[in-house]
């Protein structure tokens, strides 16, 4: 079974970080498509930023600068790095995989928390 699982999340102050880490198995062939995405409540799920197997990467416009998505091949886990937080940031977040080329998100984690207070 494919299984993406994440860590990384807790409640940090406005100007901290946090590194999001999403692990997945069970994946036969392997993903061509890792993403990350956050919902806040009463708010739409937004797309925070994808990877391709080449490292090339799209960012949410507004987050551009801020986060940074990587992919680590070997251990097969995929990274957020969250610089500079705001209160805005605070929402659960989801890791995502897909067969095709990105965008493509067909398994989903469980979500890790971040808060980020003033």
């Known amino acids: 079974q494919v299984e993406l699982v994440e860590s990384g999340g807790g409640s940090v102050q406005a100007g901290g970080s946090l590194r999001l880490s999403c692990v997945v198995s069970?994946?036969?062939?392997?993903?061509?498509?890792m993403g990350w995405f956050r919902q806040a409540p009463g708010k739409e799920r937004e797309r925070v930023a994808d990877?391709?197997?080449?490292?090339?990467?799209n960012y949410r416009p507004s987050l551009k600068g801020r986060f940074t998505i990587s992919w680590d091949n070997t251990n097969h886990t995929v990274y957020l790095q969250m610089d500079a937080l705001k209160p805005d940031d605070t929402a659960k977040y989801y890791c995502?995989?897909?067969?095709?080329?990105?965008?493509?998100?067909?398994?989903w984690g469980q979500g890790t928390q971040v808060t980020v207070s003033s």
């Open positions: 995502a995989a897909g067969r095709t080329n990105c965008p493509s998100f067909r398994h």
């Open positions: 069970g994946y036969n062939g392997g993903p061509h498509c």
């Open positions: 990877i391709d197997r080449s490292s090339q990467a």
